[in-house]
């Protein structure tokens, strides 16, 4: 630290990570701050700066330096900030406290959980408190890191224990272990130890009919309903089993279940079909309800259900660790609530790590021309949902039929990347060609992309084409 950094440092003001105190006489308020810093994000307590920026410092002695050591050892569980001299002015110095994210929270100072809100600190709600306390304690003893009671190696599927492995060390995400034997592969998954066998295994790996009668928890559910609530089932099936073959009974439901979205593409004659939400994004969002679910729950499960304007993909649980709806689609730090089930389902190349999956779900629908999906925390479940670009779409199974709608009802409900080809269209005084859309458009979308948005405007009756191929002229047919 310098006295040059100190002063670009006090310039911001104060912060949820910056707090100024004028003298180290203050130090019992700074020491709730480090407090509240260390139970979130960390962050710097300068003394010698007084509340309106001014950098002032004090005199400082050893004496100084242990009353405020002395005074942050009444932080539990125990903490260690670097404290710092710097001399600012003869004679004077300013003290600085620097606050790492703790690790081991929530912490308490003189019985008191502390929490910043902006440049002020309060003591911490009793609710949120809870949550951090049972958050530390599941970092230590969890659900799927305690012994599977009454289970055996000998009662897994060994095809899928090796078939985890073998395309683990083809993507470079493990080492060859050099044995296919089961009870080997398993020990270099972290998932069986000391001749203990970890729930995590069976959740990965555990038969369909003992998993059945053991752990009802290893559910999904998929439905189909007719229109837009719960009212009228078109199809409603349950499966238990493993979490991969519940992944792939998913991935199957969605293959015959979803409407097909069809589009032209340029140098193709035949049409082009494609289910409506795309697979990337459909399995990241299963993905994540498999390994981020509370398997303590004895009646939880996961759920996949399709209506005629919408998908949604949920699971029991809520999200933890301070991650929101909207925090997901912002970068983020991965911090899965079942490391163990989440490590084998990276290793097997299912999701990523670094915290992209629900970055890079959003991304691939998008490009797909559809609104961005929405992520839901509420009832006990956590749910991802993806709209249709347009509720005029009525779909029944696999087939789709034409819903009268005024057109200006239809024009609310297009996606952004619909709602500004139409624009285009409607202000241009001719038509327009494919790569002349492309071209005006702001941003940097995708020929695909209009491509797509071009065709869902022209089955609902908003833009139509002359010509065919490169040589066809794309018009408005609505009057906004």
């Known amino acids: 630290m310098t006295v040059e950094r100190i002063a670009r440092l006090v310039s911001t003001g104060e912060s949820e990570t910056l707090e100024f105190k004028t003298t180290t006489g203050t130090r019992r308020e700074a020491a709730r701050t480090v407090c509240a ?43 260690f900030p670097a404290i710092e001299r710097i001399p600012v002015q003869e004679g004077c ?82 080492e060859d272990p050099g044995s296919r034997e089961p009870r080997d592969l398993l020990r ?21 009919e003992r ?39 998913a991935e199957r439901f969605l293959r015959d279940s979803l409407p097909i979205a069809g589009h032209i593409e340029e140098g193709r004659i035949e049409r082009v079909d494609e289910p409506l939400v795309p697979p990337l994004a459909t399995r990241e969002a299963l993905a994540n309800a498999l390994c981020h679910r509370d398997y303590s729950i004895g009646g939880g499960s996961v759920g996949v259900a399709i209506y005629d304007d919408r998908l949604e993909v949920t699971s029991t649980g809520t999200l933890h660790f301070g991650l929101t709806p909207e925090k997901l689609f912002a970068p983020h730090e991965s911090i899965p609530w079942n490391p163990l ?39 006990g479940c956590v749910t991802v949902r993806f709209r249709h670009p347009s509720a005029a779409i009525h779909i029944v199974a696999k087939e789709r039929v034409a819903v009268a709608d005024e057109s200006n009802a239809q024009v609310q409900k297009l996606s952004e990347v619909q709602r500004n080809v139409l624009d285009l269209l409607d202000e241009a005084n001719q038509p327009l060609a494919l790569r002349e859309i492309h071209a005006r458009l702001p941003g940097s979308l995708s020929l695909r992309q209009v491509k797509r948005a071009l065709g869902r405007l022209r089955d609902l009756g908003l833009a139509a084409s002359t010509g065919h191929g490169v040589s066809a002229r794309w018009s408005c047919t609505h009057e906004q």
């Open 37 to 79: 810093m260390l139970n979130q994000q960390g962050g710097l307590v300068l003394f010698g700066v007084t509340p309106e920026g001014r950098v002032v410092g004090q005199q400082v002695s050893e004496r100084t330096i242990e009353e405020v050591s002395a005074e942050l050892t009444r932080i539990d569980p125990p903490a």
């Open 93 to 174: 110095e300013v003290v600085t406290v620097t606050v790492v994210r703790g690790q081991a929270g929530p912490y308490m100072y003189r019985g008191n959980a502390y929490r910043r809100v902006g440049n002020t600190t309060v003591e911490m709600p009793s609710g949120e408190y809870r949550q951090m306390l049972f958050e530390r304690m599941h970092s230590e003893r969890r659900w799927e890191n305690q012994p599977a009671e009454g289970w055996s190696v000998d009662e897994l599927d060994e095809q899928e224990i090796r078939t985890t492995v073998e395309e683990a060390v083809r993507r470079g995400r493990i």
């Open 188 to 208: 270099g998954l972290g998932l069986y130890r000391d001749g203990i066998l970890w729930r995590a295994a069976v959740a990965l790996f555990g038969t369909e």
């Open 211 to 249: 998993i059945t009668f053991d752990m009802p928890q290893c559910l999904l559910r998929v439905a189909r309903f007719r229109g837009t609530d719960r009212t009228e089932f078109v199809d409603n099936r349950q499966f238990h089993g493993n979490a991969f073959s519940l992944l792939k009974a």
């Open 341 to 379: 089930i989440a490590d084998a389902f990276y290793r097997r190349g299912i999701i990523e790590r670094w915290g992209r999956g629900t970055l890079k779900m959003a991304e691939v629908t998008i490009a797909a021309g559809l609104p961005q999906p929405e992520i839901e925390d509420a009832g």
